[in-house]
């Protein structure tokens, strides 16, 4: 079985990714037989000036998509999407629009114990922020998601008061910017193809099955 590695970049605030992820679990779920997946999440910023407190999340939104209207269309929009993949979005109960650089820092630190870990972590982080209207820019609130997923709480709570692991944070955002990714999520498959926005099911359990079948052929051409 060929085994696939998609770097996944994303912001926890992003409603567009967690719908991705749980469209890609199901892409997964689809091939689990013919192909093995491994996946790194890898940090974006929708909104890198928001102050560390973070900023009123309906007068954000609203100015920056252009008014209450198109704000409760997209709303509308993306609860029926995340209804198909049992995501229950309740924009209505985020009342802080976080800095999400420490939750980036979390889901790093996360990674360097195990992937599962990281993958625990950016889920909670997601429910959190858009089932449970809770701030994770807030380290208590990160506190709390770290000890649940059997993470140290003290060693965490000290990381989040120190500067660690910002610069590196910053530095892969950057990264990928000059890359060429200007939005999110955006699926990097084997370091060498692409694929934008939270695309359905079938779109990357196709694209899963491709990528497998030409690893497969590149092999079997080398023997």
Known sequence: ???????????????????GKARLELAIAEVQDEVGVDINWRPY??????????????????????????????????????REVGIKFDFDAIKI???????????HWAMVEDREKQDHIVNALFRANFEEGRNVGDHAVLLDIAE??????????????????????????????TMGVNGVPFF???????????????????????IAKAKAEARAGMN
């Not at 000290?158 to 530095?171: E, F, G, H, N």
Request: aromatic share 4%.
């Open 188 to 210: 990097i498959f084997d370091q060498q193809y692409a694929v934008s926005g939270a695309q359905t099911p079938d779109v990357l359990a196709g694209a899963l099955r491709d």
């Open 97 to 107: 629009g976080p800095n999400t650089l420490d939750a980036h820092r979390l889901v």
């Open 1 to 19: 079985m060929e085994r696939i590695t998609i770097d996944v970049v994303s912001d926890v605030v992003c409603p567009w990714c967690y719908l």
């Open 148 to 177: 649940k997923a059997g993470m140290d709480r003290a060693v965490i709570s000290s990381l989040l008061a120190s500067d660690a692991d910002k610069d590196l944070v910053i530095a892969e955002i950057e990264a990928a910017q």
């Open 45 to 82: 910023r929708l909104n890198p000036d928001y102050p560390p407190e973070g900023v009123d999340q309906k007068k954000a939104l609203e100015q920056k998509l252009g008014g209450a209207e198109r704000v409760a269309q997209g709303h509308k929009t993306l609860s029926e999407l995340g």
